[in-house]
């Protein structure tokens, strides 16, 4: 029988064995990051707690966040736990502060994260006998090089190509019968459009079966696209450099949310105003814990990336907790009547409904007062307006009941509002308090 | 059946939206026999019927505008006191809903019609088709 599991043994351990073993990881980090890095003894003596009161999952939420702050505290070795020897690879990850955050991985570091890549890949369907075309930026950034690491150890014939130049791309995909590539959205997109224009026939001259799409957030839409185009499955890939790259989340065939390896990060979502965790799925911040990593820990890493659980098992059988795609920065979260709102929530009312197109942009002015602007889609307009009051009437109490705030709804001309993908500014904050 | 074509734009209220618009027909030479404009504060529906239907329905979807035609019965109105009354009260008495309307003076003070548009149109026109008055065709104006 064919194998449909990696790592059986983890992948399909019992949530409750897997929360079991979580504790025990747990327990060794904190300790571990409380005993040799400086400034988590201090972060944990600020905030009252020390590795022994850590005796069950729930005591964790005590523990103190790492911020993006944190990792430029006694910058750039001071969250090292190992040696500065110990340490074999460097990476690191654009700050908007101006300096870059540095990451460094031990050998067991750069191999456990291989090892959940492979998994990943396995997962995906990709096998020994796979061609990967890495086309990410090999350099600084994780992207290409973990993945590079972890499509070998798999098995895989890696291409390592590098971001650009499109006709050698479509060149040693023909050349060498490239079956899988990892690339970000946007260049995909393109790609996929050159390969049209030369009249490439996807299963014949293309033998492309599997795109892995991460570093920049995309649509649902862009997904169905690309699939569409190439003729491919397109699975999406999480990851971020402070925690190891990516492998930290990735798509099993259902295509229903990331799994996030919980046997390699502690998952936790939260209020990002509060601290406190989310209900069952509400949508918060992504925390994230390494439970294998050596060189560098770092506990209740604030991504700033707004996801939520997808609590359901999945069908696949794995065990491994799913996310929602990341559905935006929590930076992007806003307060209108004392209530807390993401964008994203609104963007998920109005793609459900019938009649709008997706662009929409929220505007804040007065005394408290939210503006909704939607675009109708052209085709639903049928000349009357009882249709478009229906249409406004029903996103309103939609959005009434996403976000326990009534906003006031404007329906505006198609390819009225600025279009924009990805980390768009959707907020205008006209307010004056 | 007879019906006619009334050309429905969908607009945002701001200024200079009407005159874009009917900068369009100008343009194209397309007369405007009879309008209405509804607003409902950050939008409105303006409607007219014209001379050439399909030449403005094409040249509004042309310019991007968000456009649709949308059929309506025309009937004809008596220039005295109580003539739109007499007319509406036919109408309702079939019991059809007018939904929106717009008047077509088709010569002053001799000829005008009353153009409405309904929920079911084909219901409207069996409940209508044998009274005793002049429906609007689109011969009688339609220069395309």
Redesign the interface.
Known sequence: MERKYYNPQIELLPRKELKKLQLQKLQRVVRKVYQKVPHYKEKFKNAGVKPKDLKSLEDFKNFPFTTKEDLFVDYPFGLLAEPLEKAVRLHTSSGTTGKPKAIFFSEKDIWSQAKLIARSLFMSGARSQDILQNSMTYGLFTGALVMHYGAELLGMLVIPAGPGNTERQIELMRTFGTTCIHMTPSYALYVATVIQEKRLEPGKDIKLKRVYLGAEPYSEETRKKIEKMLKVDVFNCYGLSEMGGPGVGFECPAKKGLHIWEDAFYVEIINPETGEPVKEGEIGELVLTTLDRTAMPIIRYRTRDLTRFISEPCPCGRTHIRIDRPLGRADDMFIVRGVNIFPQQIENVIMGIKGVAQNYQIVLEGYDEMIVKVE?D?DF??????R??KLKEEITEKLRQAIQVRPKV???????LPVSEGKAKRVIDKRTL | MDYVEIISIFAENKPGKLEKITEVLAKENINILGFSIISVKDFGVIKFLVDMPEKAYQKFKEKGFTVAKIPAIGIELEDRPGGLYEVVKLISSKGVNIESALVYVAETRKKAYFVFEVDELEKAWELLKNEKVKFLKSSNFVNE
């Open positions: 109708i052209r307009f049928d000349g009357r307006i009882e478009l009051l404007e329906l505006v001309e198609p390819g009225e």
